[in-house]
């Protein structure tokens, strides 16, 4: 970027001293350069009138040209009410204003003809509009006829700095006669890829002339976006791929066959052999894996990740499975130990509970190579020193496990071990490629056969002596239940007392010693935890009530309930993890979505998708929908909350060709020594660090 760019923002004609103060605490804006990167968030035509008789409860910004032939100025305790009435010959329309009256009163004349911009709320049967802007229609006259229209604080609206001043300020950088924006692509990228020069898109996004420029200008921007977002991940991607060396498996792996053809307590879906063909094919390559494996809660992937470990022993190397949590880790070891045996591999567990003594004896086996799949939290990844020699390792539940702790395992040893990370939270594939760009990408797209789709039903507090007597006579049928708190923060004490009173109101409701009701959460010692857990499992238990320390990863077939109270207060992810406890087994499964009847718009929409789709997929478009990228786990620190108009959603088709040619450009340049422009631009790109360590 040059200096003029650079400068701050007070200089800029319109601005001064005052207004940067504000910019600066409400915007983050501080330079040129920062307010030429706030982006108008739409665009309104204001060659285009409504009518009021048009006006109905869908409108949204409108404008409107008429006179005011009333003002009625109410004092109120602070300042005065101006209330006016607007008519335009089709009809009449109230517009109030708390603040800056004496403004209006003094400006705006009865009977000037005035346009107004706002949008029309309903108030007790009839439509006024508050705050409308307000300019008189002469003054009009030479105004484009497509302008952007800026989001704006209140702070900054109760100093009367709206959108208008924010499209007068920016329109005064873009006609500086020192204003330019050096383009950062050579001249055949450019035209490759058709886009628009840097400082036209920068133009038009501000001052369009038509839909095509907007269009234009909104494609230039967001294919640069898309562009950095992905490249330093397929830089690292390539990066990696050219330094490490990976170990090489043989092809031939007697275990894997012995156990896929003796010992597989089921038929594995066709989505299942595609994906362990796939991480075949990166074992024997030469090169280390680094994939992505994306399920379902239910595909099935723990038996697909048991048969990589298998391949592992074949070639003489241990294999770890790390879980987000000392549960997990724990079932996964208590899933996969009776298969192990059967196969006579050696498998352990240890977690933080794991006693001194035990420890020990762990890691002096792991030394020895004698331990062949070591199961645990994240924690072992401190522990990996400790392995004789790794050559797997398999890291459940993605979203919790960062981009840091991924590359600190890329610095093991000469010939890393080959990574696969699973996930069961479904992201689009454009976001996932995004996201984790550096990690190849398998998905299991597909259930094991004979799964019944779970009903899903979404009741109010007063039916809950109903959702009682139905789990009752489920559970004469021999069946399971679960029953869910929402706590945000297991530590709140405040929220644990829904559980407890929770838990006291379903002891009257299932006596004991005919019903075994147990509690389960967060703050209890691992082996109590563990304890509960068995006694669920081995079914002497009936119903499990707890907080969402069952979200991820338990597996009781026969559990076929799972109530989740104050269901609003969770989000879509996290409701569709805690649904796929159930729906396991052959027998039918529900989940009953429980809330009180005061929902946000929201709240109700994320019940209604739960109750219509059963597809992980599905839902998390609709919460991307619902809450943009920013929110979902995991996707902070991939840089995907600096996306400003680009959306993975919407905008797959660019992203898609953004990382076509960042492939092909670090192909033919891989260090950009013949793209200048480019290179200085991500070097020195604020938040962008990534170059100087990867290059
Ligand atoms: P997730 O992908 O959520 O980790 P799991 O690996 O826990 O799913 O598998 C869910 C359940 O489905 C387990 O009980 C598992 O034994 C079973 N399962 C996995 N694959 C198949 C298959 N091909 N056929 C039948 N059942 C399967
Ligand atoms: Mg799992």
Redesign the pocket.
Known sequence: MNTFLKSEIKFLKGVGQVRADILNKELGIFTFEDILGYYPFRYVDRSKYTKVSEINTESQHIQLKGRIVHFQEIPLKRGSRLVATFYDGSGELELVWFKGVKWIKANIKINDEIVIFGKPTLFKGRFNMSHPEMETFAARKNAASLEAVYSTTEQMRNRRFESKAMRQIIGNLIHHEKFDVPEIFDSKFVEEHQLISRKKAFQLIHQPSTDKDIQLAQHRIKFEELFFLQFPFLKQKLNRIEAKEGIEFKTKSPLFEDFAQNHL?????NA?QRVLSEIKTDLVSGKQMNRLLQ??????????AFLSVLMAVDNGYQASIMAPTEILATQHFI?LKELAHEIGIHIALLTGSTTAKDRKEIHRLLRLGEIHLLIGTHALIEEIVQFSNLGLVII?EQHRFGVAQRAKLQEKGHQPPHVLV?T?TPIPRTLAMSVYGDLDYSV?DEL???RKPIKTVHRFGFARPKVWEFIKSELAKGRQAYIVYPLIEESDKLHYKDLYNGYDELLQFFPRPEYQVDMLHGKMKPADKEAVMQRFKKGICHIIVSTTVIEV?I?V?NASIMVIESSEKFGLSQLHQLR?RVG?GAEQSFCILMSSKALSENARTRLKAMVSTNSGFELSEIDMQLRGFGDIAGTRQSGLDQLQLASLNADGTIAQSARNAIVKLLDEDPDLLNHHALRNYISTKQGFKEWSTVA
Request: hydrophobic share 30%.
């Open positions: 307590p089921f038929e594995l879906t299942q399920g379902d809660v239910g595909s099935g992937k723990t038996i697909v899933g459940d699973m069961a299991i094991p056969a004979g990863g597996n077939p796929g396991r």
